[in-house]
């Protein structure tokens, strides 16, 4: 019970937390500052939908082997 709890309270906290990212390499941050604003924001984003996939897919694997591991014990 408490693991369920300290979860949710975590959730909870990173539900509300209002960091911007910023997901730019060193490199990707000065081609983008010559750009401006709209194009550099734009950039950003894409990088960030491109993580996106590889870790979602691998938070996908990884509940499923959490799921048969304890099916299994």
């Known amino acids: ?3 369920i709890m300290l979860f949710l309270v ?3 906290f990173s539900l509300f937390q209002t960091v ?3 997901a730019q390499c ?3 941050t000065k ?3 010559q750009m401006g604003d709209g194009p550099a924001q734009g950039f ?3 990088i960030l939908y491109l993580a996106f996939l590889p870790l979602a897919l691998i938070l996908f694997l990884g509940v ?3 799921r048969n591991e ?3 014990s």
Request: some cysteine; proline content about 0%.
């Open 64 to 66: 499923r082997w959490w």
């Open 1 to 3: 019970m408490k693991r």
């Open 31 to 33: 081609t983008t500052q």
């Open 10 to 12: 975590v959730l909870l």
């Open 44 to 46: 950003n984003s894409g």
């Open 20 to 22: 911007q990212t910023f």
């Open 26 to 28: 060193s490199i990707c």
């Open 70 to 72: 304890k099916k299994n």
